[in-house]
């Protein structure tokens, strides 16, 4: 692996665009600790604290995840990525729904470019309703309940306008600057911003619960003790096995055989060979994880504009942090979309009719109806254990919160394990593919 990095790194394209992708994420940590205009960051740090070790712990941690600590530091990249996978996200599902996106998802590249300017589009709308939410939550004080400091200088309507427009605008250039990575750089833009994100806050959470743990003096220095140094550790080696299991379960997949016949194309003859069609065991990706948490934070927000009511003091005491109700809704709800992202992405019907136009079949299994059924035989056996992969895989932090009692802290569960090791994963083969383009080995050997 390190040789072929190095090989990477020596081949004069292949530089440019790892330096090129590596400069951009510079930038986007950047703006992610610029304060927004008109925000009193002492205070805003004040509340930060004061709300990682109160009960609301696991809500900000989830709303915070994607920023990289950037939203609850209110910083001009504040909102992060979200509103582009969000918009991307109902995109795809109205594709399904509206008949006019069908026909431009089929009409090849120029469709694409359209329905991608669509989401440019939608996606600078819901920036502004999410900056809107965001800031007027912090000039109330309902986005860190209970710590009573002003979080703004002005709360009159100027400088609210152009704390949202900021945000906003950060939000513009954070799709932009995504869109370049994946035009001139390394790996799918959006995707490594995440990571960039999600990853630049391990070390400071793993240290947390080190720290937490107690701490003693070596030369002026504050470190944890022996209970925090066990605790890191054991962090550390469950961090490793949950990323060994999420590689294995990621890159595993069901191969079914396809046989084209031999047929006349006019004067050649084509066909005759055989390949085979991947299914993923999980096929849906991260995204049932991202939907369960979307909606499970939704009453947690509007709960906090009536906080005496009887109905969001429940919302507030059973769904905000890591308790039963909230993990059981979370496990239940991974489950169904997971079901429902596959049903829509993968279409068995559209397989089979494309299959049987060009001349192949599954061997043993006739073309047409049986092949469609058989496909979403195996796509139903397979997305059984993929969900149920997923849902474990986001409870880790209720678990951590069971047996560590950090789960506020703790890093290696949930959408930001699945991210990181999935995005990685990516980003190494599309490098080991380029690679393999000027005759060197790759990563992998």
């Known amino acids: 692996m390190l040789s072929g990095f190095a090989h990477a790194l020596r081949t004069p394209d292949l530089r440019r665009k790892i330096l090129f992708t590596l400069g951009i994420l510079a930038v986007f940590r950047f ?3 610029v304060p927004t205009p008109n925000v009193n960051m002492q205070n805003v740090q004040e509340c930060t604290v004061q709300a990682s070790t109160g009960a609301s712990a696991g809500l900000y941690s989830m709303i915070n995840l994607f920023s990289g600590g950037a939203l609850l530091s209110l910083a001009i990249f504040a909102l992060g ?5 969000t918009a991307s996200i109902i995109l795809q599902l109205l594709t399904v729904v509206i008949p006019r996106l069908e026909t431009l998802k089929k009409e090849g590249g120029a469709g694409q470019q359209k329905i991608t300017q669509y989401t440019r589009y939608l996606t600078l709308v819901l920036a502004v309703i999410q900056s809107t939410a965001f800031v007027t939550m912090a000039v109330s004080g309902q986005l860190f309940p209970g ?10 309507i ?11 605008a950060g939000t513009g250039i954070v799709m932009w600057l995504g869109e370049l990575v994946t035009e001139r750089g390394v790996g799918n833009g959006m995707s490594v911003m995440i990571f960039t994100q999600i990853a630049a806050a391990f070390p400071a959470q793993v240290w947390g619960i080190a720290i937490s743990r107690g701490t003693m003096q070596w030369n002026g220095l504050v470190l944890p003790n022996a209970a925090g140094w066990l605790a890191f550790i054991g962090v550390l080696a469950v961090g490793l096995l949950v990323m060994l299991g999420v590689v294995f379960v990621e890159q595993a997949q069901r191969r079914i055989p396809v046989q084209y016949a031999k047929r006349m194309v006019g004067r050649r003859l084509v066909g005759g060979s055989t390949t085979y069609i ?10 049932p994880v991202i939907f369960a948490s979307s909606l499970l934070y939704l009453p947690i927000m509007f709960a906090q504009f009536a906080p005496d009511n009887p109905v969001a003091v429940w919302i507030s005491t059973h769904l905000a942090g890591q308790g039963v109700w909230h993990s059981l809704l979370m496990f239940v709800m991974i489950i169904g979309f997971a079901y429902f992202y596959v049903s829509i992405t993968f279409n068995p019907e559209e397989v089979a009719d494309n299959m049987r136009k060009y ?16 496909l979403a035989h195996v796509l139903s056996r397979l997305t059984a254990p993929g969900a149920l992969y997923l849902g474990l895989i986001a409870l880790l932090p209720a678990f951590a919160f069971v047996f560590l009692d950090s789960a ?20 190494v083969k599309q490098i ?3 690679l393999q383009q000027r005759n060197y080995e790759g990563f992998l050997r």
């Open 81 to 85: 990525i979200m509103p582009y996978i």
């Open 408 to 427: 506020q802290r703790f890093p290696f569960g949930g959408t930001s394990i699945l991210i990181v090791v999935g995005v990685g994963l990516d980003t």
């Open 359 to 374: 001349g192949g079949f599954i061997p043993g299994i006739r073309a047409g109806k049986p092949t469609e059924r058989y």
């Open 158 to 168: 100027f400088p609210i306008l152009v704390m949202v427009l900021t945000m906003t």
């Open 147 to 156: 710590c009573g400091l002003p979080l703004v200088y002005d709360a009159t």
């Open 278 to 287: 991947p299914i993923k065991v999980n096929q849906a990706g991260v995204i």
């Open 31 to 33: 703006g992610s600790v």
């Open 432 to 434: 080991q593919s380029q």
